[in-house]
């Protein structure tokens, strides 16, 4: 989803919900902006999630980093 621009509806709307989905990689990064929450509760990733680059201007977010989502490694500003 590089440089995706997503719009949560009002103030705390939530712009990505990825309950329980299934990847190999996941990629939120270099331009992709969300402006509301993203979930990703449940969410199973085999090998890396990256968010570097990435503007995320929500309310703290569902399910990253939970015990219920899992991804081998989680990225930030790699």
Excluded: H
């Excluded at 329980?20 to 085999?46: C, D, H, K, Y």
């Amino acid at each position: 989803m590089q440089g995706a621009r997503l719009e949560g509806p009002g103030p705390r709307g939530v712009a990505l919900t990825l309950d329980n989905a299934m990847a190999s990689s996941f990629r939120l990064s270099e331009g992709f902006t969300a402006n509301g929450t993203v979930r990703l509760p449940g969410t199973r990733v085999t090998d890396d999630v990256t968010f570097a680059g990435a503007v995320l201007n929500g309310p703290p977010a569902e399910g990253m980093g939970d015990r219920q989502s899992v991804a081998r490694r989680v990225a930030w500003n790699a």
